[in-house]
C-alpha cells in the first residue's frame, strides 16, 4: 500500500472513531469528504464577506481574538510572516486536539479542507467561511508542538 493511501486509510478510520465517541462532527483533512463542519460552512463567493487579515507569526496569530455575527460570512487573509511553515485549522477545540495526535504521528501532513490550510513562509492564502452556527470556536496551528506553544486564536460566533 502506498504511504498516500495508507494515511488516508488512517484518517478515515480515526474520522469513524471520533465520529462513534462524540455527536460532534468529525474534522477530517487529506481530501476527505465532509457532512457538516463545527464552526459552520464554507462560504459562499457569490455573497458579500468581511474580510479579516490574520498574521501567523513565530508560535501565535494576530488577531488571537475575533467576533462575528452568527450568519457572517467571513474573508480570512492569512498571511504567514514567520520562518516556518504554520497552518490555520478552524474548529472545535475538541476536534483540534483530537486532529493533533494525529499530527504528531504524521507532521508532514496536509490539508485540503474549506476550513484550514498550511502556509509555507511568506505565503498568502484565503478561507471563505460562513458562520452559522453559534458558539465559540478556535483555530490553531497543529503542527508538532506549535499549538502547545500558544498559537491558537478563538471566534466568538453571537
Given at each position: 500500500m502506498n504511504h498516500q493511501l495508507e494515511m488516508t486509510m488512517k484518517a478515515i478510520k480515526l474520522g469513524l472513531a471520533l465520529a462513534a465517541l462524540s455527536t460532534a462532527p468529525t474534522l477530517a483533512h487529506d481530501k476527505h469528504a465532509h457532512?457538516?463542519?463545527s464552526a459552520g460552512e464554507p462560504g459562499d463567493p457569490k455573497k458579500p464577506a468581511r474580510t479579516i487579515e490574520i498574521l501567523l507569526n513565530e508560535m501565535d496569530y494576530s488577531p488571537a481574538r475575533i467576533e462575528v455575527k452568527r450568519g457572517e460570512q467571513i474573508r480570512?487573509?492569512?498571511?504567514?510572516?514567520g520562518k516556518e511553515?504554520?497552518?490555520?485549522?478552524?474548529?472545535t477545540t475538541k476536534e483540534n486536539l483530537a486532529h493533533a495526535v494525529e499530527m504528531k504521528k504524521h507532521p508532514h501532513m496536509e490539508h485540503d479542507d474549506?476550513?484550514?490550510?498550511?502556509?509555507?513562509?511568506s505565503k498568502t492564502a484565503e478561507i471563505l467561511w460562513k458562520f452559522s452556527k453559534a458558539g465559540t470556536f478556535e483555530?490553531?496551528?497543529?503542527?508538532?508542538?506549535?499549538?502547545d506553544n500558544g498559537m491558537i486564536g478563538h471566534v466568538t460566533v453571537k
Open positions: 457532512a457538516s463542519f480570512f487573509v492569512l498571511r504567514n510572516v511553515d504554520h497552518e490555520f485549522l478552524l474548529a474549506p476550513n484550514g490550510v498550511r502556509l509555507a513562509p483555530y490553531s496551528c497543529l503542527i508538532p508542538d506549535h499549538r
